[in-house]
């Protein structure tokens, strides 16, 4: 059983950064992939990044793409999303979430098995 925290929501204005961090309680995450979503008031659960934790192959969403950076600490099972650039489109609740690299499609939310209770991160005009 893999359990996951999100941390390092907050508020900030239009242009400015924030890094999330999560972190997971299991040995290890060899055979997952880790992503990040994120969920607006009334919306779905939509893409951000993925990472695939044995060789480090990550997935952007367009939106995230030249402003998002998915990393990991291998060793100590924590996965960041620094984010940069922040839009107040970007406001959301923001989730990381695994599942076995056999199953998952990294943009497809369905396809992940466990889930963090999320951090919020608001971006003002």
């Known amino acids: 059983q893999v359990e996951l925290v999100e941390s390092g929501g907050g508020l900030v204005q239009a242009g400015g950064s924030l890094r999330l961090s999560c972190a997971a309680s299991?040995?290890?995450?060899?055979?997952?992939?880790v992503g990040w979503f994120r969920q607006a008031p009334g919306k779905e659960h939509e893409f951000v990044a993925s990472?695939?934790?044995?060789?480090?192959?990550?997935n952007y969403a367009t939106s995230s793409k030249g402003r998002f950076t998915i990393s990991r600490d291998a060793a100590n099972n924590l996965v960041y999303l620094q984010m940069n650039s922040l839009k107040p489109e970007d406001t959301a609740v923001y989730y990381c979430?695994?599942?076995?690299?056999?199953?998952?499609?990294?943009?497809?939310?369905?396809?992940?098995?466990?889930w963090g209770q999320g951090t919020q991160v608001t971006v003002s005009s």
């Open positions: 299991t040995r290890t995450l060899m055979a997952y992939v």
């Open positions: 979430a695994t599942g076995p690299i056999s199953v998952v499609v990294p943009s497809n939310p369905g396809t992940y098995i466990h």
């Open positions: 990472i695939r934790w044995n060789n480090g192959i990550t």
